[in-house]
């Protein structure tokens, strides 16, 4: 789920890594591997590029700025839990 530029690194993630460490228990082999390959619809992945680039340009709109900062939020939130499934299937391959 990542644009092809570099997305800004947010503090809160050591956050989201321990508040989902429960989660890497509920994991199975199976969902564990279709979490890992999720990623953004094309549509989704072509406004993120968009607001991306003006926001590199700094001409965003302030509701551009808003939903921009939602989609990287929320491609964080979605990194953390891939992460998890990921550490869950090198565990389980290590068995």
Known sequence: ???GRKMQHYPN???L???FDPVE???TP???RRLVGVRAPADVQERLDVLADK???GTLTAEERCDYETYVRTIN???VLQAKA???LESEAAR
């Open 86 to 88: 990921r550490a869950f």
């Open 55 to 57: 926001s590199s340009d």
């Open 1 to 3: 789920m990542r644009s």
């Open 13 to 15: 993630s050591a956050v």
């Open 77 to 79: 939130f979605i990194g």
């Open 25 to 27: 228990k509920c994991l």
């Open 17 to 19: 890594h321990r508040l």
């Open 30 to 32: 199976e969902f564990a």
